[in-house]
C-alpha cells in the first residue's frame, strides 16, 4: 500500500457526505411538460409541480393565470417555449406575446385582459 492509500485512523471521526439524487417524483395523473414540471388538474382546479411539490395554482378558466404561469415558467427557465406550445396546444406567437408581456412588467395584473379590466372598471364606478 503506499502513503496515498492509507486508511484513516479508527480513533478520530470520518468526515461523511452524503449525496442525495433529487429524483423528479410526479403525481400519478398529471401530465409531463418535461422533466422538471408537470400539470394537473383537480376537479376545477389546474395544479402545477416541480417533481411533487405545487408551484402555482389557477381555476381551469382563469386564462391570465395560464398565460402568468407559463411564462414564468419559460422565463425563469424551467419549460422550453415549445415544450409549452406542445403541451397546451397554444400557438407560437401567443406564447412570445405572453413572455414579452411577464418580462415587461413580471406581475399577474399585467395579464388581466382589457375585457375584464373594463368591466370591473363599470362595476365600481
Known sequence: ????????????????IAIQLLLPLFPVEATLINNLVAVQMRESTVYYFNGSMPIFMHNKSDIDGFRYITSQLIVNGNCKHKEIVNCFG????????????????????????????????????
Open 90 to 125: 397554444v400557438s407560437d406567437i401567443s406564447v412570445k406575446r405572453w413572455v414579452k408581456r411577464y418580462r415587461d412588467s413580471k406581475e399577474l395584473s399585467a395579464f388581466v385582459s382589457k375585457k375584464k379590466a373594463q368591466k370591473k372598471l363599470k362595476a365600481h364606478g
Open 1 to 16: 500500500m503506499e502513503e496515498n492509500d492509507q486508511i484513516p485512523p479508527l480513533d478520530k471521526p470520518v468526515k461523511k
